[in-house]
């Protein structure tokens, strides 16, 4: 089920698919989503929490609780679109069932698979990669401290522009220079657990967690400290 209705486009306007854990979704999470449907001219962002993440620890909410904070932090923003197709799916959460299926649905279509620069260095590591490069491009995110490093994938989807990324269905690789936010869930998770609370997160998101004491802020008392990590 979508939660939240793109812009009216053209039916060859680029979709991007972010799939990500959001154990919980945060400020950089959403920036950047906005920064990559900005560059292709207010492209829909789908949002994809992952069931069963092929390749770490399981996440700390579970898939309806990680569904609601996406929902309250995209509620303001058209160009995304919160997404549970891969909630509803049995087995690991791999990223090339997602992309044909997505392919699937949109035959002909620019498909844009947006990542943050972490995960781009660990591609070469993912599920039948190289099958990514007849599906679809790649969107880049910067993250601090963080160069590129796997040259195959580097080579196997060449640099590109927004603007030619637009004509061609798959296959190139889409840089962004920003946003560049030092922000982890990971870190954020900690601050939940010792302050009650983090500034990298929607304000309703924060409210949900304490609400329904997630991330341990269970155990916090009402003298909670919540300054910023
Ligand atoms: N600060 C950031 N800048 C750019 N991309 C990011 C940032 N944080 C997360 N991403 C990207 O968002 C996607 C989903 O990431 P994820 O939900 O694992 O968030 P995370 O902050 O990396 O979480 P964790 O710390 O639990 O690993 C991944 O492609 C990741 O690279
Ligand atoms: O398909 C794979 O092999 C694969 C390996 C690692 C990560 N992924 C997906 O990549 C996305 C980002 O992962 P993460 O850990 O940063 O949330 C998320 O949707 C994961 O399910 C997918």
Not at 25 to 30: E, F
Not at 61 to 87: F, N, S, T
């Amino acid at each position: 089920m979508l939660e939240v209705g793109p812009r009216k486009l053209s039916p060859q306007a680029p979709l991007v698919l972010f799939g990500g854990t959001f154990d919980p979704v945060h400020r950089a999470h959403i920036s950047a989503a906005r920064a990559v449907s900005k560059v292709l001219h207010g492209a829909p962002v789908h949002l994809l929490p992952n069931a069963v993440p092929p390749h770490r620890p399981q996440p700390m909410a579970d898939g309806e609780q990680r569904l609601a904070m996406l929902r309250l932090a995209c509620k303001r923003y058209p160009e995304l679109v919160v997404d549970d197709w891969e909630l509803r799916q049995d087995g690991p959460s791999y990223s090339l069932n997602t992309l044909r299926h997505f392919r699937q649905q949109n035959p002909g279509r620019p498909l844009v698979f947006m990542i943050g620069a972490d995960s781009f260095n660990s591609l070469h590591l993912w599920h039948q990669w190289q099958d990514y490069t007849t599906l679809c491009h790649l969107a880049v995110v910067p993250r601090p401290d963080c160069a590129l490093a796997p040259d195959q994938v580097q080579a196997a989807f060449p640099e590109s522009d927004a603007e030619q990324l637009m004509r061609q269905p798959f296959g190139l690789r889409l840089m962004l220079k920003r946003p560049f936010l030092d922000v982890s869930a990971t870190a954020i998770r900690e601050a939940l657990e010792k302050k009650g609370d983090c500034p990298a997160l929607d304000p309703a998101v924060s409210a949900h967690i304490r609400r329904q004491h997630l991330y341990n802020v269970a155990t916090l008392n009402s003298s909670t400290n919540h300054e910023a990590p």
